[in-house]
DNA sequence: TCAATAGTTAGGTATTGACCTAACTATTGA
DNA sequence: TCAATAGTTAGGTCAATACCTAACTATTGA
């Protein structure tokens, strides 16, 4: 069942955990340790989110030494962004078109 | 563990299914039947999707008869937006600081 | 060189999601 | 009135999520 990207970047901002760090790599790259250290989460558990963004694409990292530095990528949220716009611009011409037709409706009354 | 309501409207979206009956619901209302038509899956489940849609309170519904039928609340929709947009603007931002400090950089050269 | 640090792997549990079939209820049109 | 229609409920399977602890590896600074 074609597991679309729009997919996996959905599910990886359906959490919270997963918000906050991007929210938090927003104004900057920051390693493991410093995104973990809001979170009372034990650190594999909050390892799993991390993956969980990097397979959605939303992030990268790198690691230096013992150091894994991650970072935004910026691209993959308009995904996201794209499919939410067409599907207003969708409703908004439909509510549009019911307003003009009540308009219509209304002239002709007269 | 505040359920936050944006986890449920971005866990809605995460489904091939769910957005197609969102892109569907934006042309306007339907019924179930007419919903679940262009789907190969059984009612049952088709009709869990449309109880996730609706308890994220992306769709509301009403039964008429033996009928129920299906609208958008585009509204709700705005949550995500509104949560995509602030993250850009964040990240926008950043990079504007960034441009601006190469800018100071390059001029405190010549 | 070796103990502390930074992150990783292994493996376990509980809940939820995405599907199914079978059997049911309520409405309606012939 | 009764068979077809529209939707619903019950209950089961399988995979994925969201957490945990324990034990490990690789790097680095004193």
Redesign the pocket.
């Known amino acids: 069942?074609s597991a679309v990207p729009a997919d996996a970047v959905f599910?990886a901002l359906?959490?919270p955990?997963?918000r906050r760090v991007l929210e938090r790599l927003g104004r900057g790259p920051a390693?493991?340790?410093?995104l973990?250290k809001p979170f009372?989460?034990?650190?594999?558990?909050?390892?799993?989110?991390?993956r969980?963004l990097e397979t959605a694409g939303l992030v990268e990292?790198e690691?230096?030494?013992?150091?894994?530095?991650y970072r935004l990528v910026p691209e993959r949220l308009k995904l996201a962004e794209d499919w939410l716009a067409r599907q207003r611009r969708l409703w908004e011409t439909r509510l549009d078109q019911l307003d003009d037709l009540l308009k219509t409706l209304k002239e002709s009354e007269s």
Not at 31 to 34: E, H, K, L, N, P
Not at 40 to 50: C, D, I, K, R, T
Not at 63 to 69: F, H
């Open positions: 069942m599910r359906a959490d955990t997963r390693t493991v340790g410093d973990a009372e989460m034990a650190l594999p558990s909050f390892l799993q989110h991390l969980m990292s690691k230096v030494g013992r150091v894994r530095t």
